[in-house]
């Protein structure tokens, strides 16, 4: 079966490596991946935890698809108490990593402490040490990676990494792995730089096999189908990313823009999926080169990029690494939107080379973007000066001053470390904390919750603060997948939002990308999850595990102090109506939805998980 | 009609169906590090390319096992290994030029494409074409119709 | 004096735009007081497979009734193949 039932502790403060066996009763509670991890969380760290203390434990792991063929099987995630919201993080991320740790025959590796020095992992099967990074602490993602990989002489290494951003304790540090794959959001890099952990270099040579191989190939056969015939996952994505958003949301009046004073950016179309396959004038390509597929993907959104030779951000520019020069991980929409839209930029390049400085030195572009895009704001109205930003002319619209603002944190150093708090810390320490588009001090992203309504009570009820990945009802109220809604409406967004949370949880657990969602329910996830291991695995189950996660997920931050009490949107979002658009003059429904919400998850008028609800889900 | 793997590299995104594919049949196993093809990414040049053995007629690797253990298989053209025969002593690997048969330290047995008895799981699993199993002596049909297009003449 | 909307395709649709109009995705169209969204669909020979997204002035129109929409002057009218993201 594709669990390997092992897990690898490793105390950093005593130096030890531990195998262990994986606590298979709360995989039939929990599954794997996001529930499991966050289950051990629960157990393991105390709610009130320090996120950056020793007493936090960081999990990665994976799910019991990851390192099989069904499609996009190559998920891991990374569980940890967040330095960012101080609420459970969970980060997940593609590429080749996940399906690694799985062949070297782990399901879970566990970082708990604090390493006197910094050290890197290196694990080749069984074979796990804790090994110096003297040479590369202090080194970027990319030259850490490019290190390892001639230390250990192989050419198969597969690295997960922070930058020296996540050294220098940017609350939104991400860990990289395969050079631009992230597990980007809530700084999760944050707390393995506060372990003195660089990075963790890992070879499999096991294998992962599954429980009932016949029923596994047609369940996953069926599956791949599905994706492949559906224009979403078969021919949207492949060709166009999920840039091809942009438009889509600006055109609807949905495009948060200038810290999200307004609803629609009028440079969208020129950092718009489109655009970047439009050949440029200097050497004729164009910024996309091609699609590519994190492991077992068949659908392939991955974007692959060069910036124009020449453009300022890179032309001359000898002393950056040679990736700038050429391919790497291009642009996904929220990054686009972020750094772009977000702060009025509408220069395709440099919003590019900011891109290749995330994957680089392991940063959020979200929360980076969001916070750069509060500053502006702030520097616009005179509440911060030259004086602030140590000279950086900060106004919307500059994409120099973004670039340099986007060097600065990646390195954490001066303007780029107080940056690098988050936009929540910034506003607050300048005065303005109604500045900061925040929830649970965690970055908006692309979608404005004034007009997608539904989105505007996912961000607030997050747990892991504001987020479009944890109930993506934009496939509804927008794309119209599975049926369409009404954006603008507020009514029956309650149970929209519930059923995309919870359905979402039970993705993020079985080791599979939730991007499938497009075209699977988890009517198709089911049949391969019970294929690969032992168990009965029906929808329904998969369905109430979702529903089990949230509430636990929402347990633990009420006894971390952000329950209930931070389901709340910035003033901004309840008081400035829309500017244009089909949604002019609205503001977010929250105060409607939220009750509504309360009362469906069967929480009490407060929104406290009351003892019923956790009786009936067993916890 | 003998029938032989074409590979088209620009289709490729590494996603590495074929080598789970590969190890799977091989092996039992989801496992790319016992897989047969393999996929090479080039990051700065933003390719992905799938490589594995040509079956060479006059095999290099065939010519060089001192035990015989490499033998054809007169349907399918494929060079195949006989593992009863092989005693593991890598001279296979050394001799062949392009480095697509290698040792398998668990089995103390060289592995090698063998284009799975003419029906192999690397272009069944292939999901986007870059791999197919075409009639061995047209392998340049696709690459020619494609050329053929930009000649065809102005209606 | 003629009445004009503006049309803009995305996505995989940019194949069917007017050759002089791919930067802007958009270019100009001429209605009457009787032109519908389905009438402009045919007549820019728009494939009703591929179509998925419209949008009038934002707002998305449903499948089921944009056909009989009639379109007013100073419109603007986006068409998408099925797209999604994140």
Redesign the interface.
């Given at each position: 079966m594709s669990w390997t039932k092992k897990v690898l502790r490793i105390n950093l403060t005593e130096g030890t490596c531990t195998p262990e066996p994986l606590n298979m009763e709360w995989t039939e509670q929990f599954l794997g991946q996001r529930g499991l991890a966050t289950k051990y969380l629960t157990e393991e760290v105390p709610p009130t935890t320090d996120p950056l203390s020793p007493e936090n434990t960081m999990y990665m792991i994976t799910g019991p698809l990851t390192?099989?063929?069904a499609?996009t099987a190559g998920r891991y995630s990374v569980v940890t108490k967040s330095p960012l919201t101080g609420a459970v993080a969970c980060s997940n991320s593609g590429g080749?990593f996940g399906?690694e740790m799985k062949?070297a025959g782990w399901d879970m590796i566990i970082l708990e402490g604090k390493s006197p020095t910094p050290v890197y992992i290196s694990i080749n099967d069984d074979k796990a040490e804790i090994l110096p990074a003297d040479e590369i602490w202090g080194k970027s993602v990319w030259e850490a990676d490019e290190w390892l990989h001639a230390k250990h002489q192989d050419p198969?290494l597969r690295c997960a990494v922070i930058g020296v951003s996540g050294e220098k304790g940017v609350r939104y540090a991400a860990i990289i792995n395969d050079?631009h794959r992230a597990a980007g959001r809530s700084g999760v890099g944050t707390v393995m730089g506060s372990k003195n952990v660089k990075a963790i270099a890992l070879r499999?040579?096991?294998?992962?096999?599954?429980n009932d191989p016949k029923a596994f190939f047609e369940a996953t056969t069926a599956a791949?189908k599905i994706l492949?015939e559906?224009?979403?996952t078969g021919?949207?994505?492949?060709?166009?990313?999920?840039?091809?958003?942009m438009?889509?949301i600006n055109?609807?009046?949905a495009q948060p823009t200038h810290n999200y004073k307004e609803v629609s950016f009028a440079g969208a179309?020129k950092i718009s999926?489109?655009a970047m396959l439009?050949p440029r004038e200097s050497d004729g390509k164009p910024n996309l080169?091609?699609?590519?597929?994190?492991?077992?993907?068949?659908i392939?959104?991955?974007r692959?990029?060069?910036i124009d030779p020449q453009h300022f951000s890179v032309q001359n520019r000898d002393d950056l690494h040679?990736?700038y020069h050429?391919?790497?991980g291009g642009l996904?929409?929220?990054a686009a939107w972020a750094l772009g839209s977000d702060t009025g930029i509408d220069d395709l390049d440099a919003l590019t080379y900011a891109q290749f400085v995330c994957n680089e030195q392991g940063l959020d572009p979200i929360s980076l973007g969001s916070t750069i895009a509060a500053a502006m704001e702030m520097f616009e109205e005179g509440i911060i000066t030259t004086e602030d930003t140590g000279g950086i002319e900060l106004n919307f619209g500059n994409a120099e001053a973004m670039i340099k603002c986007t060097e600065l944190v990646a390195i954490g150093e001066g303007f780029g470390l107080e940056l690098g708090q988050g936009s929540a810390r910034f506003c607050e320490k300048h005065g303005h904390p109604e500045l900061s588009m925040t929830v649970r001090g965690q970055e908006f992203p692309a979608y404005d919750p004034r007009s997608i309504q539904g989105m505007g009570l996912g961000y607030a009820t997050s747990n892991r603060g504001a987020c479009?990945?944890r109930g993506?009802t934009?496939?509804s109220e927008?794309?119209?997948?599975p049926i369409?809604t009404?954006?603008l409406e507020t009514e029956g967004k309650a149970g929209l939002q519930i059923a995309f949370q919870n359905a979402t949880a039970a993705f993020d657990s079985a080791g599979i990308c939730?991007?499938t969602s497009?075209a699977w329910s988890l009517e198709d996830v089911a049949p391969q999850l019970d294929a690969a291991i032992e168990g009965d695995w029906t929808p329904e189950r998969l369905g109430e595990i979702g529903e089990r996660i949230w509430n636990l997920e929402r347990l633990y931050n009420e006894a971390a102090g952000v329950g209930a009490s931070a389901d709340k949107l910035p003033p901004r979002m309840m008081s400035l109506p829309a500017n244009t658009?089909?949604a002019e003059g609205k503001v977010s429904g929250l105060d409607t939805m939220l009750p509504e919400y309360y009362a469906e998850r069967g929480w009490s008028p407060e929104g406290d998980v009351t003892a019923e609800t956790k009786a009936r889900l067993g916890l | 009609m003998q029938m032989s793997l074409v590979i088209d590299a620009?289709k490729c995104?590494?996603?590495?169906?074929c080598e789970?594919?590969c190890?799977?049949e091989g092996?039992?196993?989801?496992?790319?590090?016992?897989s047969r093809i393999k996929i090479f990414p080039f990051?700065?040049?933003?390719?992905?390319v799938p490589y594995t053995c040509t079956q060479c007629d006059e095999a290099w690797c065939m010519h060089a096992c001192p035990v015989e253990a490499i033998v054809l298989n007169k349907t399918t053209g494929a060079k195949e290994i006989v593992n009863d025969l092989c005693v593991g002593c890598k001279v296979c690997t050394i001799a062949c030029p392009f480095g697509t048969v290698n040792y398998n330290a668990d089995s103390g047995k060289v592995i090698k494409c063998d284009l799975c008895g003419g029906d192999p799981e690397c272009a069944k699993?292939c999901?986007?074409d870059a791999i197919t199993f075409q009639d061995a002596n047209w392998t340049g049909y696709d690459k020619m119709k494609g050329y053929a297009a930009n000649a065809m003449p102005a209606k | 004096m003629s009445k004009k909307i503006t049309v803009?395709l995305?996505?995989?649709l940019?194949v069917h735009l007017p050759v002089n109009s791919?930067?802007?995705?958009g270019f100009d169209y001429k209605i009457d007081e009787t032109t519908t969204v389905g009438f402009l669909i045919d007549d820019l020979k728009l494939p009703r497979d591929?179509i998925?997204?419209v949008?009038l002035?934002?707002?998305?129109l449903?499948a089921e009734t944009r056909d009989a929409k009639v379109l007013t002057e100073g419109d603007?009218l986006?068409f998408?193949?099925?797209?999604?993201?994140?």
């Open positions: 390192g099989t063929m499609s080749f399906n062949c198969q050079l499999g040579s096991k294998g992962v096999t599954v791949k492949a559906n224009a979403v021919e949207g994505l492949p060709a166009l990313g999920t840039q091809v958003l438009n889509v055109e609807m009046g179309s999926g489109e439009e080169t091609r699609n590519a597929g994190c492991f077992a993907c068949t392939s959104c991955g692959i990029s060069t040679k990736s050429a391919n790497s996904e929409y929220e479009h990945l993506y934009v496939a927008v794309l119209g997948i369409k009404d954006p939730i991007f497009f658009g089909p | 620009n995104t590494g996603c590495l169906q789970m594919a190890s799977y092996e039992g196993v989801f496992n790319p590090t016992k990051h700065e040049e933003g390719i992905f699993a999901p986007t | 803009k995305f996505a995989s940019m791919t930067k802007s995705h591929v998925h997204i949008l002035n934002g707002v998305y449903d603007t986006g998408w193949p099925p797209v999604a993201g994140g």
